[in-house]
């Protein structure tokens, strides 16, 4: 093998993995983003259970505020009812305190409700809190591995790209040049074997003197239908 593309196949190799390692590097955010997603479900409904329990707390206090009124009402009634001398009137004045104090039977029944429900709602908020920790937990360790991966991959990169930057060196300009444009227009595969006079980068079949080129290993031959540099 032509010495050259001996070097060429090793910087083939390198950038090849390159390539891999970079697009994991691209990849990074959007797994960092898709993890922190898996937070906001958990997140909206220990919000969404928040609120039903405070909601709730606050119809509780607004059936308290309603009781004591009414007990207030009661209480100035029956101060009325002793000063009153009138049947009729003492007669209405006991209409209204019965009155009241049906409605107050009735609003400690709704209290007793709520009170129930509040129970619930709190265990379901109690719930969707660990549930929250317990992702929020996955998650963390989730962004430590990317965080770790991504230190890992840059080490990586920077080794390969000094190992390609030293194996350059080696290598004529001009041909380094051609390899690198081949490569970039071929999406990572510039430099492919010839096997029964097949190109195996497009695999069609190389002209007689071209396939003899490539036999020779005297220059540097590429393809004539792909472009691609040829070795056997
Ligand atoms: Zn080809």
């Known amino acids: 093998m032509i010495p050259e593309i001996e070097q060429l196949l090793i910087i083939q190799d390198r ?7 970079n697009s994991d590097i691209e990849r990074l955010p959007l797994e960092e983003l898709q993890a922190k997603e898996r937070l906001k479900a958990a997140t909206t409904s220990v919000e969404i ?3 039903a329990f405070m909601e709730n707390e606050i119809a509780m206090k607004n059936i308290e505020l309603d009781i004591d009124t009414r007990k207030d009402s009661i209480t100035k009634l029956k101060v009325q009812q ?3 001398k009138k049947n009729d009137e003492f007669a209405v004045m006991e209409h209204s305190i019965n009155n009241y104090q049906s409605e ?9 409700e709520l009170m129930e429900k509040g129970e619930s709602l709190s265990e379901t908020l109690q719930h969707n809190k660990d549930n929250l920790a317990k992702d929020q937990k996955i998650v963390d360790s989730e962004l430590a591995i990317i965080r770790e991966r991504k230190i890992q991959i840059t080490k990586k990169v920077s080794e390969l790209e000094i190992d390609r ?4 060196s080696n290598i004529a300009p001009d041909l380094l040049d051609q390899y690198n444009r081949i490569f970039k227009s071929k999406k990572g595969d510039a430099v492919s074997e ?8 497009c695999h069609m079949k190389v002209t007689p003197s071209t396939a003899l080129a490539v036999k ?3 220059v540097v031959t590429t393809c004539d239908q792909c472009g691609r540099i040829l070795y056997i």
Do not use: F, H, P, R
């Open 15 to 21: 950038d090849q993995k390159l390539k891999e390692l």
């Open 49 to 51: 259970s928040e609120k």
């Open 82 to 84: 002793m000063e009153t």
């Open 104 to 112: 107050i039977v009735k609003l400690e029944d709704s209290q007793l």
């Open 165 to 168: 930057k030293e194996i350059s």
């Open 194 to 201: 010839l096997i029964n006079d097949i190109c195996s980068g």
């Open 216 to 218: 020779a290993e005297k």
